[in-house]
């Protein structure tokens, strides 16, 4: 399909994995994002047919891991979208996100790659996941320390963007592990080449909190350790502490903050 004049089109790649109430009403949150400006490509990847899915989404099945490692990859290779985008059914977006995600990419040629904040689930409106902004920055260092010591913070895959010359960039460096690692194994070919920057806005929702990785599949990976050091300037970090925190985010070679401003209506950066 040929591209209008100034659309931006997102690739959205769906594991399904939840039930099929989940999976309506993300698509319906994808729906709902529909501007005259922008075009979404969704793939639902599934083991067992959703009767839910409907014509105009593209519905892939696998019966193993390769056939949707292979799957996925094929369909993103094949997209002509600008950003991509890899969740589960169990997540569904607010709306009014993917045209905030294609001014911020616009606005900011720097930024590659992007998350936000995701918010569990829960009986009576919605629950953060984590605290505050400083829980949510990344670099890979910080990102493979945490995933053997949390499964409270994560990097949630359906807050999280990417350009497609980002995802060229990572494929070399791109090694599957298993389906249950599959976004932890993205972000790590991701971060071999591209910096993560975070974002204060409220991007998608979540069922409950992910699964936390095995243990076999853990010991795929390399561990690495907290030190002292990293644990006091982080405590500096989180918590706030005026000029202390300072000694962290430059440690750590952090990326601003992507933060919006109501009053001027535009997107701006800053350190903290």
Known sequence: MKLTQNESVFFVGVVHSGTEEQL??????????????????????????????????????????????????????????????????????????????????KDYPEINWLTGIQTLQAQKGFNVITGNT?????????????LYKSTIRYIPPGSTFWRKAAWQKALPHLYFVSEQSLFADVWRALFKTQKL????????????????????????YELIEDSWLDRI?????????????SIYKNREKLTPVVRFDHKKMSYYLYEY
């Open 24 to 105: 309506t009403e993300l698509l319906n949150s994808i729906a709902r994002q529909d501007r005259e400006t922008l075009r979404i490509e969704t793939v639902v990847f599934y083991k067992t047919k959703p009767a839910s899915a409907p014509g105009h989404v593209k519905a892939q099945q696998y019966s193993n891991e390769q056939e949707l490692f292979d799957g996925l990859l094929g369909a993103m290779e094949n997209s002509n979208a600008a950003y991509h985008t890899l969740l589960s059914s169990k997540e569904c977006f607010y709306e009014g996100v993917f045209e905030a995600i294609d001014h911020i990419f």
């Open 233 to 245: 300037t982080e405590f500096f970090f989180v918590n706030n502490l005026p000029v202390l925190r």
């Open 134 to 146: 400083a829980c949510r920055r990344w670099n890979f260092d910080i990102y493979e320390k945490s």
């Open 197 to 220: 920057y975070t974002s204060n806005i409220y991007i998608s929702s979540v069922a409950n909190t992910p699964t936390p990785i095995s243990e076999e599949n853990i010991l795929q």
